[in-house]
């Protein structure tokens, strides 16, 4: 499992006790307002977790970010295991982080964006689906799944509404190899999110989600009553005129607070560890609910 990068909410904590919980914890490098902190944040992350510790930093690799540079030269400083690129083709990282021995993983949300991660050489593809939180995709996670084994065999990432162990299970049941879980992060102690984001995310469930592209210009999953406080009204294609979006993404992402699906999931705020060691009870209860019903489906084919 991926404890999936995010914007104003994955920060050291949350990365740290991801990967002592034995999953892999990432950021986005976003997250961090200067290369200064960058610097900071990789060396408490690296220090914390080890040399065999599992984290992974997302890059946005689109040609907007003017920080790309400055965060790959700290990239090949600390050797993240692993690197996210969102946004963009990974190819301007690729270099960079095969010759330390990285993986490279692309954020995809079509089989177009797939194939030309793919061709550009990445190790594996996080495939995000519908329900997912932040910007989202429209596949269904399994259809999506199924078409990338169609033509690659490597690293494949899931995501989208996966919020408990019995879904884990249905992703790897499907053909992917991890799952990639942000909501389901949101309402830990060890998250960024502000005390009343957190306990909106507890209250709240899958009818509060709203997919808009009025925010950001590109379709996100946003909790309803964030959008509505901003100024939103349902439908909205455009930011309403008397919302300040200025030009600072974060300031929109600090007033609007995204989430998924996967609300249901969550009835209260605790730590990475419990919901590592909730989700894992899951998924193990769903591996044996297959196997039960397998001499059945077995017998049924018969
Ligand atoms: C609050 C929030 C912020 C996010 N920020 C980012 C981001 O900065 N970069 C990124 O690649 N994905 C971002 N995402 C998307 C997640 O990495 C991941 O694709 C998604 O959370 C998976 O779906 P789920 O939320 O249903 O588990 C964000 C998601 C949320 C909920």
Redesign the pocket.
Known sequence: MVA??????SGPDLVIAASRSGILGAF?T?NCRTTADLDGWMGQISDAVGAEGRWAV?L?THRTNNRLADDLALVAEYQPPVV?T??GSPRPVMETVKGYGGIVIA?VIDLALARKAVAAGVDGL?C?ST??????GHLSPFSFVSSVRRFFDGLVVV?????DGYALAGAVAAGADLA?????F?ATRESLAVPSYKQMVVDLGIDDIQVSAAVTGTPA?WLAPSLHAAGYSDGDTAPPRNYDASDDPAKR?KDI??????LDSIDAVCSVDEVVDQMQMQYLSAIERLQRSTPTAAAAVR
């Open positions: 999936a990068p995010m914007f104003l909410v986005p976003t997302n946005i996210i969102a946004l954020d996080a995000v329900g997912a939180g932040g910007h989202t995501g989208g509404g996966i919020a990639y879980v942000g909501t389901r949101l999953s992402w607070w995204a989430a998924g699906q996967g």
